[in-house]
């Protein structure tokens, strides 16, 4: 009796790990397939019979689709847009966070509810009434235009809010005791203190601003100022799509929020996970 | 004197969210607003402005592709956010098992998708939803068919929501298993002790427990997939014949490919109106099961 239910746990758990596995693999594949498929030539990508690996090595695509046209634009664009937006976005987040957190004042509840209102309207929501905005004060293909709109997030606030809470009244009064500022107080004994939750913030954010498609491709017109997703979604070729071209780009975009999640997965998990114990 | 003192700190407050206060007045809350007042004109961005009332309004309510767009995402929402929970939750309760070993790397694997840059990755699947692509390659071993995965009015939603669920659902995923580690062990091995089975502690215990973060899975996700644009926009561009035109890419083609400013706006303020919809029937729920 015993061992039938040793049998069972056995066959139970290989069980568990084969789904964890076979679904693993699923989930990993189409990533695999574009890899694989930036190093294949154009002919191979929809042959039939398909071919999982490249049956000859193509390694120009990389090249060509750096040395062919403006790629390599796009991806600066893409970084200038990410630095900016993210450093405005833990500017505003961790001072607005303070300022709802450790002081008392009117108005503090209606101002913090009306930042948190706007998590019910994403940027998707306002393309039309915020291009008419940007249009009507000149910053329509601008840096300042894609950079703007793209800075804000009311988790942010919502999060550094939540992070201030913990940390003690006491340090703030005795600093305050020792004749600092207040703005000079949040600087030396606030904002060291909200290291992790500002690095879990900045990987949170750096990922939206990276990916977000929408908002630059309204903004922007020309070639000059478009951002990666801009470029991967919009490119084709005179006559025909290079494919593998088109493949390592989409490789070229993905690879530095892939590098930054291996080295840093827990962070990126961290924060999808305090997005999930809010409230 | 002392309260003066309080007080006068307690103002350096406003300081601090003044720039907070100020962007997101200035650039999510004014044209928020601006959107009710837009959706009153007759407006092609260039020209001058026609007051023409709720024209719009009415004319929204008439136009079939508008009604056509609006139904079908509230159909791709509620059905991508009914898989994504279900599946989510499943792919939690496997993973935060004690039992395996190395789920710290299965869930980094699991949560690969929601790193990937999203237009680039509908790349990827609009080529592996090719009739020779891989994706029939793999249907055609088991059946002796193909899948006209983007060809087919009917199938092509089903396509767009099988990426949308690929795309998300380790990040709901995390979000369920930050829920169940919340939940305190005891509470499992005293069931146990007393004999319970898994699925009756599922049911008893985790899900009840679970409740709050439940509910903010499918807000989150609501709002989230409703706004749903680079996977239709890269993959499908709304076809064909607009079976996966998502509202979010009706009122993008209208504004800046057919310059209707003012239709568009009309659009988005129904956006709204869907959205104050969903939040006051999701309290409406919230508030019945609390008592």
Redesign the interface.
């Known amino acids: 009796m015993a061992s039938h239910g040793k049998t069972k746990e056995i066959i139970t758990?290989v069980a568990?790990?084969l789904?964890?596995i076979l679904?693993?693999l699923v989930?990993?594949f189409?990533?695999i397939?574009?890899v694989l498929?930036s190093f294949k030539f154009n002919k191979d990508?929809?042959?039939?019979?398909?071919k999982?690996l490249p049956p000859e090595w193509n390694f120009s695509s990389y090249r060509n689709a750096f040395a062919s046209g403006p790629f390599g634009r796009y991806y600066l664009n893409s970084v200038v847009v990410l630095v900016a937006a993210v450093g405005l976005n833990i500017?505003?987040?961790t001072?607005?966070g303070?300022?709802?957190s450790?002081?008392?004042?009117k108005g503090?509840d209606l101002?913090f509810t009306?930042?948190l209102s706007?998590?019910?309207?994403?940027i998707?929501?306002?393309?039309?009434?915020?291009?008419?905005?940007m249009?009507r004060i000149g910053l329509v293909n601008t840096y300042l235009g894609i950079i703007?709109?793209l800075?804000?997030s009311?988790f942010g606030?919502f999060l550094m809010r939540q992070f201030f809470y913990a940390v003690p009244n006491e340090l703030l009064e005795a600093a305050?005791i020792d004749g600092a500022g207040?703005?000079r107080i949040?600087r030396m004994v606030g904002m060291p203190l909200s290291r992790v939750a500002v690095v879990s913030l900045i990987i949170f954010h750096s990922?939206y601003v990276?990916?977000n498609?929408?908002w630059p491709?309204?903004i922007v017109s020309g070639t000059d100022l478009r951002t990666?997703?801009?470029g991967?979604?919009l490119f084709s070729g005179v006559f025909f799509t290079p494919?593998p071209d088109?493949?390592a780009?989409?490789?070229s975009?993905?690879i530095p929020?892939?590098i930054l999640?291996l080295f840093f997965?827990k962070y990126?998990?961290r924060g999808?996970?305090?997005?999930?114990?809010?409230? | 004197m002392v309260s003066s003192r309080v007080k006068k700190i307690n103002n350096a407050g406003y300081w601090f969210i003044l720039p907070a206060l100020i962007l997101f007045s200035f650039l999510l809350i004014l044209p928020m607003i601006n959107a009710f007042r837009l959706s009153l004109f007759k407006w092609d961005l260039l020209g001058a402005k026609i007051w023409i009332g709720l024209k719009n309004f009415r004319n929204l309510l008439r136009d079939e592709d508008f009604l056509d767009s609006w139904g079908r995402t509230l159909y791709y929402t509620f059905l991508s956010a009914g898989i994504l929970i279900v599946l989510s939750f499943s792919f939690a309760l496997m993973l935060d098992s004690r039992k395996l070993k190395a789920r710290n790397l299965f869930q980094s694997i699991y949560f690969v998708p929601v790193v990937l840059v999203t237009p680039a990755i509908a790349v990827v699947w609009k080529l592996m939803f090719q009739t020779t692509g891989v994706l029939n390659a793999i249907v055609s071993l088991f059946f002796k068919t193909s899948i006209p995965w983007l060809d087919s009015e009917r199938i092509a939603l089903y396509s767009i929501i099988l990426v949308q669920v690929w795309v998300s659902v380790g990040y709901y995923m995390v979000m369920f298993i930050a829920g169940l580690q919340n939940i305190p062990e005891e509470l499992h091995e005293s069931a146990m002790i007393d004999g319970a089975s898994w699925l009756r502690r599922l049911f008893a215990i985790t899900i009840p427990l679970l409740r709050p973060t439940i509910i903010l899975v499918l807000v989150t996700c609501i709002i989230f997939v409703f706004g749903q644009f680079p996977i239709p926009y890269v993959i499908s561009q709304g076809g064909p014949n607009y079976a996966t035109e998502l509202l979010t890419l009706f009122i993008y083609k209208n504004a800046f490919k057919y310059l209707k400013v003012g239709y568009s706006s009309a659009v988005t303020v129904f956006y709204f109106l869907t959205m104050l919809l969903f939040s006051i029937i999701q309290i409406r729920i919230f508030q019945e099961r609390e008592r």
Do not use: N
Request: proline residues 6%; positive net charge.
């Open positions: 758990r568990h790990y789904v964890v679904i693993g989930i990993l189409p990533f397939w574009m498929g990508i929809l042959d039939i019979p398909v999982l500017s505003i987040c001072t607005a303070y300022g709802f450790k002081y008392r004042f503090r101002f009306i930042i706007t998590l019910m309207v994403p998707h929501a306002v393309i039309v009434p915020l291009f008419v905005l249009k703007l709109p800075s804000l009311a606030v305050r207040e703005f949040f990922q990276w990916k498609l929408i491709l309204v990666l997703p801009v991967i979604a494919y088109q493949l780009m989409s490789v975009a993905c929020l892939v999640y997965s990126f998990i999808t996970a305090l997005a999930g114990i809010k409230g």
